[in-house]
C-alpha cells in the first residue's frame, strides 16, 4: 500500500526546516546505510546526532501527531527521529530494501514496518530524484510538493532516481506499526476510509456505523502488537 499524505507541513515549516538546513553540515549519506544500500547509496545526509536534526525532528513528529491521515495508514507504535536527505546533481539512490532493524538514540531497537519520505523541496526546483517504489502491483513513481509526505511498506524494494538539475531535500524515517504485516495494515486503511464516508452520510448511531466500527476496532484487536 502506497499512499501519499499531503500537507504535512505548514509553509512555515517547511521555510524554517530549510533555513535550517541551508546552514548545517552534511556528510555522505553512506555513514547510515546496510551493507548492501551503502553499494547503491549516493547522497548527502545531516548527522543523526546533529542538534539540528534534532530540533527539526520534532517539528516533524509533532506534524505527524496531528496528522489523522498518518496514523490511519501507518497505525504507528513507535516512529523513529526523522533522517534529513540530499540529493545534488548527479546523486541517486540504487534499488534497495531498508533495514529491518534500527535503533532509537536510547539504544531500543525497533522493527521498521512503514517508510516515510517527506518532501521538502519544491518539484519544479529541480530534475529527477523521483522515488520510485516496486511492489507486487508495479511500478509506482513518486514527486511531491514541498511538504507532502508518502508511506508505503518498507519492505518495498525502492529507488531515487538520479538528480540532473538542482537539489532534492527530504526527511525520511520508519515506524514500527502496531499491525506489522502490510496486508492487513491494507485492509485496516480502507476499512477505515469506508467508515469515514460511510459517516458523512449516515449518523453515527445509525447501525451499519456501529457495525462497521466494531469491525474495525475488533480486528485491530486481534492484530494489533504492543
Known sequence: MLVTIPDVLTSQEVAHIRRVLETTAWI?????????????????????????????????LRAL???????????????????????DVGMTFGAHVDNSIRALPTGQRLRTDVSSTLFLTPPEDYDGGELVVHDTYGTHTVKL????????????????????????WSAVFWTQSMVKDSWRRNMLYDLDRAIMRTRTMLPDDD????????????????????
Open 145 to 168: 510538493p514541498a511538504g507532502h509526505m508518502v508511506v508505503y511498506p518498507a519492505t518495498s524494494l525502492h529507488s531515487v532516481t538520479p538528480v540532473t538539475r538542482g537539489s532534492r
Open 28 to 60: 555522505d549519506g553512506r555513514k547510515t546505510a546496510g551493507d548492501q544500500a551503502a553499494v547503491v547509496k549516493n547522497n548527502l545526509q545531516v548527522p543523526l546526532d546533529a542538534p539540528e536534526a534534532q530540533d527539526l525532528g520534532q517539528i516533524i
Open 207 to 226: 447501525p451499519a456505523v456501529s457495525a462497521l466500527m466494531a469491525h474495525y476496532h475488533n480486528l485491530l484487536r486481534h492484530w494489533a502488537e504492543m
Open 65 to 87: 501527531g496531528r496528522n489523522p491521515s498518518f496514523t490511519t495508514a501507518a497505525l504507528p507504535l513507535s516512529v523513529l527521529p526523522p533522517m534529513f536527505n540530499r540529493y
